[in-house]
């Protein structure tokens, strides 16, 4: 089993900045891939970040390249999510994720998932 706990949300105004934190307990953080996606009230859920085990290779979803950064420290066994320039269209709730595959950008190819962490973006 592996657990994971996301924090670091919060409410945040526009144009405002957060980082989110997912760390990782139990049997095993590695090698994995790792992700982050979103839930925004009423929406299907959204692959936002993924990234290497080694960290080497990161990926984005079109809606947040150039304003996420995701970021990993296998020996803290967490991994991050930057997030600057927020827009209201940002609010929801962010999960972290266990992934496989190398460029992993669908819910089915994580198995592993946090409970969530609320981000709130006001105009």
């Known amino acids: 089993q592996v657990q994971l706990v996301e924090s670091g949300g919060g409410l945040v105004q526009a144009g405002g900045s957060l980082r989110l934190s997912c760390a990782a307990s139990?049997?095993?953080?590695?090698?994995?891939?790792m992700g982050w996606f979103r839930q925004a009230p009423g929406k299907e859920s959204e692959f936002v970040a993924g990234?290497?085990?080694?960290?080497?290779?990161?990926y984005y979803a079109d809606s947040v390249k150039g304003r996420f950064t995701i970021s990993r420290d296998n020996v803290k066994n967490t991994v991050y999510l930057q997030m600057n320039s927020l827009k209201p269209e940002d609010t929801a709730v962010y999960y972290c994720?266990?992934?496989?595959?190398?460029?992993?950008?669908?819910?089915?190819?994580?198995?592993?998932w946090g409970q969530g962490t609320q981000v709130t973006v006001s105009a």
């Open positions: 990234i290497s085990w080694s960290g080497g290779t990161s």
């Open positions: 139990g049997r095993t953080f590695g090698p994995y891939a």
């Open positions: 994720a266990r992934g496989h595959g190398l460029r992993a950008t669908t819910r089915n190819e994580y198995d592993y």
